[in-house]
């Protein structure tokens, strides 16, 4: 094993669970042994596997991004290890790696047994507050890069959609004291919110409104609205829906800029977005990754003008902008 030096090596570890289960999900479906014959796209694979086929062109993607297949057109192949290991054949790690999927129950609970108690089910009680913290750790360093590169102008409306933490929030208010900035989520989030701002020392720099941003009106006119890691938890039409609920919201020169993890078009690259594309299929119901043109596409739709993509950094994070006028 490859010793952890940094942070980037840690956040490699801590996030190896969703290589690991989108490896044993291809297994259980025995995706590699239903390819050891020759390539096949993922409507016919869906069809002989009893599977979803969107999901599993999610699955397949990650699996290219992964090294295990390889795809040409819309035709996906096993590559050489795949098809040695994992398909049925003389050199096949299928029955031992089946075995570790088996264990998975078990590891979910090595937490309660290493505690010495017997493990529960359901979400965690402070599955909220790690969900909203984290994001704060996520963004802590890009939010002043971010703020960087979007400037606003004097006393501007800004709205930070889905803001979490407020983390972005924050450093445009710091930097533009007659900026008006408002960070909107739902009451269960900025219930954490509210510590972390009041442990910055931030409270006053930014209004919180609480919300459904699908359901509840979004507020406004604003000058700005940033949504940042949002688009991922929902499906294209929702996401089409809200966009056009925020390009409403604006003033008539307002603009809007969107934050993804964004997939490159072939949606088997890079190798972190591809598998966050997974942990969104199985965390959400409609939610999955989304390409640049597809985010480009889907702000075009939504009304807006001049929409444009900036080049990834080096987790694959793409801001796409555009203008109501
Ligand atoms: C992945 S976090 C991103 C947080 C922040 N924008 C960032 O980039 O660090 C998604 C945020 O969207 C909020 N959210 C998701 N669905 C929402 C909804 N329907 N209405 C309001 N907020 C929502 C969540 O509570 C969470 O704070």
């Known amino acids: ?9 840690v ?16 297994l259980r479906l025995d995706v590699f042994s239903a390819l050891a014959g020759g390539a096949a796209d993922a409507r016919a694979l869906a069809r002989g596997l009893s599977a979803d086929p969107r999901n599993l062109s999610i699955l397949l993607n990650a699996m290219v991004a992964a090294g295990l297949l390889a795809k040409a057109g819309e035709n996906y192949r096993n590559t050489a290890v795949a098809q040695e290991v994992l398909s049925d054949g003389p050199r096949s790690m299928r029955s031992i790696l089946l075995h570790h999927l088996n264990c998975w129950e078990e590891w979910t609970g090595l937490e309660k047994k290493i505690r010495g108690g017997r493990r529960g ?8 507050e790690n969900f909203i ?16 590169r979007i400037p606003l102008r004097a ?26 900035v408002t960070v909107f989520d739902t009451p269960e989030t900025l219930r954490v919110t ?17 919300g ?19 688009l991922h938890a929902y499906s294209e039409k929702d996401c089409l829906f809200l966009l056009r609920k925020v390009r409403q919201a604006l003033a008539p020169d307002g603009r809007v800029a969107v934050q993804e993890f964004l997939l490159e078009e072939s949606k088997t690259a890079p190798l972190g977005p591809a598998f966050f594309s997974v942990h969104m299929a199985a965390m959400t119901e409609g939610g999955r990754a989304y390409s640049a043109s597809e ?13 444009s993509a900036d080049r990834p950094d080096h987790r694959g994070v793409r801001i796409v902008s555009g203008q109501v006028s």
Not at 11 to 26: D, I
Not at 201 to 206: C, E, I, K, N, P
Not at 295 to 307: D, E, P, T
């Open 1 to 9: 094993m490859i010793p952890v030096r940094s942070v980037d090596d």
């Open 11 to 26: 956040m490699e570890m801590a996030h190896s669970y969703q290589k690991s289960m989108a490896l044993f999900v291809a």
């Open 121 to 128: 089910s359901g979400r965690p009680p402070d599955y909220q």
């Open 133 to 148: 913290r984290g994001m704060e750790d996520n963004s802590r360093e890009r939010a002043a890069l971010v703020a960087g």
């Open 155 to 180: 006393g501007e409306r800004v709205l930070d959609l889905g803001g979490g933490p407020g983390t972005y929030a924050v450093e445009w208010a710091k930097r533009y004291p007659d900026a008006e």
């Open 194 to 210: 509210r510590k972390i701002l009041r442990e910055k020392g931030a409270s006053r720099l930014v209004r919180l409104q609480e």
């Open 212 to 230: 459904d941003f699908l359901k509840d009106p979004l507020g406004g006119p604003c000058d700005f609205i940033w949504i940042s890691q949002i």
């Open 295 to 307: 985010v480009v596409s889907m702000l075009r739709a939504a009304g807006f003008r001049n929409v």
